[in-house]
């Protein structure tokens, strides 16, 4: 899961979002800005409070459609008052020069095959063009490939056709020959993330060389938004065999730029790529991207002009950023969400077979849909991120066609059912569980407002700051009895739900496996028709509720600050920061 730090399958929030989850697009938690407090009230909302205030100032709600000044001018508006930026023109630009563009979190191996950071897909989309890429609208539209593609009535056999004319960043062609080998080994490496997102492709041809045609088992409606992220990014086969699992080295592909060094925990850096088909039209000469973890500091460094783009910008900053006549703030609803994911059954690693774990919290549902019932979703949205997030219950996100009124039902905060239903399942109050989250101040600061918070429904959260690699890695191990991470989304919500929560999907982490969401996740896999896919995950939704492996807290928007020497930068419902096409203003 592209799920923002955010984990590298998933996001960490950020003030406005993510917080440890943008798997594959992880993300991670709120950027708040300040630091945590460490003495909290008594009661549950008091302490969300007193958290809020005395971290931060009272911030104004932002829709990003330019209240507070000039900041946002020049900011293509959505529907909901989200600004995703504009393209660039040439007559905008000078030629030359590098940009610089501040990370909230390290991303992790520059492999697509391999890659389920939110971070790394930032770097990917400047350097590995995909089959097909979203546009503002989230409708896909082709890239690499010339068309959208044609499918068989019995939807077992998909036709795409690709570019003439191309080449990879080391020089060699780019072709339907080439796209065979990149799907090929995502399917085939035995460390692919990229599998089940692909689906049950049995064949990949290469006809000739303009053309590719995949022959499924079944038919897999999710295919070609798959190939919208990592899966549909085609890699050099020379490289790729050349170096196998150690692409991540020296990745190369198809793009604007392409890689140049990479500095661990500090920086990534592209250059220009002479051999990109459309390099004309590509104004700067290179890109860094610049690791800085600390919300308020990357707010600092795009003030100060030492980086022209920063992500997940805290809701705390925002309004004096939108202030700033120099600066823009591109914001836009998240197609992903944040959540806790309960360790049920994961004992040997993420993918390998469930097992028991003697904590009350993985044996009773009972136990998980209490501590559900503890949290204040809505006191969490307008308190900690000043009602920028919107309540999350689900992994669909309202604002796609596959939303119902089944799949965005909630349970409400009942600290006194919790209670009761600890009492059901006989377990002694108050439950202590062990959570790890992100050491940033951010993460540690939602951590903090739910430890306070479940306290009232029964429940000692224990909150165990972690790197946010480690998180990563000891989420995957099964290291963890609650963490708390998030998702970037994706525009099919097969891709926001199968690998999380289906039997051996490679991001269940939560080790969940539940015969009765398998069956109707593999029915809407199999369905055309949109109206029943939405029916289908309406009951997905319903199931999850009852087994609560991975409790959904609150979507967030992306907010992203750019300079405004710097013009073309642009930020789609997909989360990713777009700067291939960008250039210094003249």
């Not at 990745?251 to 459309?278: A, H, T």
């Not at 119902?404 to 009761?420: G, I, L, N, V």
Request: charge should be neutral.
């Amino acid at each position: 899961m592209s799920r923002h730090p955010l984990p590298r399958r998933r996001t960490a929030p950020s003030p406005t979002a993510p917080s440890a989850t943008s798997t594959d697009g992880p993300t991670a938690a709120p950027a708040s800005g300040g630091r945590p407090r460490l003495a909290l009230p008594l009661t549950a909302l008091a302490a969300v409070t007193a958290l809020a205030l005395g971290a931060c100032s009272a911030v104004t709600p932002t829709t990003g459609s330019g209240s507070g000044g000039s900041g946002t001018a020049g900011a293509a508006a959505g529907p909901g008052g989200d600004t995703f930026g504009e393209p660039v023109s040439a007559d905008q630009v000078k030629q030359g020069g590098t940009l610089v563009m501040a990370l909230s979190a390290e991303p992790d191996q520059l492999d697509p095959a391999l890659s389920r950071s939110l971070y790394s897909r930032y770097v990917f989309h400047a350097m590995c063009q995909k089959l097909y890429d979203v546009d503002e609208k989230a409708q896909i539209v082709p890239q690499l490939a010339t068309a959208l593609p044609t499918t068989s009535s019995d939807g077992l056999t998909v036709t795409i056709p690709v570019r003439e004319g191309v080449k990879f960043a080391d020089g060699t062609a780019f072709d339907a020959a080439a796209v065979k080998a990149s799907i090929d080994r995502e399917l085939t490496l035995k460390t692919s993330a990229r599998r089940s997102e692909l689906g049950p492709i049995t064949t990949v041809e290469a006809p000739d060389a303009t053309k590719v045609v995949i022959t499924l088992s079944k038919p897999f409606a999710p295919l070609v938004a798959a190939l919208t992220d990592r899966a549909g990014m085609i890699v050099s086969p020379t490289q790729a065999d050349k170096l196998g699992e150690d692409f991540a080295t020296a990745p190369v592909c198809v793009g604007p730029f392409k890689f140049s060094k990479r500095v661990p925990q500090n920086s990534i850096e592209l250059v220009k790529d002479p051999n990109y088909y459309d390099a004309k039209n590509v104004h700067l000469d290179a890109i860094t991207y610049r690791i800085i973890t600390d919300a308020s500091i990357r707010a600092a460094n795009l003030r100060s002009g030492d980086v022209q783009v920063a992500d997940s910008l805290s809701a705390q900053d925002v309004p004096t950023l939108q202030q700033q006549s120099n600066l823009t703030v591109l914001s836009s609803q998240s197609l992903g969400y944040q959540g806790l994911t309960v360790n049920i059954g994961n004992v040997n690693g993420v993918g390998s077979p469930t097992g028991t774990i003697d904590r009350p919290e993985a044996k009773d549902a009972k136990v998980r849909q209490a501590l559900e019932l503890a949290i204040d979703r809505k006191g969490l949205v307008k308190v900690i991120f000043n009602d920028l997030a919107t309540v999350a219950c689900s992994p669909i996100s309202p604002s796609t066609q596959f939303t119902s009124e089944a799949a965005q039902t909630c349970t409400e905060h009942d600290p006194a059912k919790a209670k009761a239903l600890l009492q059901e399942a006989g377990v002694s109050t108050p439950v202590q569980i062990p959570m790890i989250t992100s050491n940033n101040p951010d993460s540690l600061r939602l951590a903090q407002a739910l430890q306070s918070m479940v306290k009232e429904g029964g429940f000692d959260l224990q909150i165990k700051p972690v790197e946010y690699a480690t998180l990563l890695d000891q989420q995957d191990r099964g290291e963890f009895s609650l963490l708390q991470l998030g998702w970037s989304g994706r525009i099919d919500p097969d891709a926001n739900i199968t690998n999380f929560v289906g039997t051996g999907g490679s991001q269940n982490v939560a080790g969940y496996s539940s015969k009765t969401v398998d069956d109707l996740l593999a029915q809407a896999r199999e369905e055309q028709d949109v109206a029943k896919r939405r029916d289908l995950y309406g009951k997905v939704v319903e199931q999850l509720h009852q087994d609560d492996p991975l409790i959904y807290l609150y979507r967030q928007r992306n907010l992203t600050g750019v300079s405004n020497t710097v013009k073309g930068v642009q930020v789609f419902p997909d989360g990713v920061i777009r700067v291939g096409a960008s250039g210094l203003a003249k």
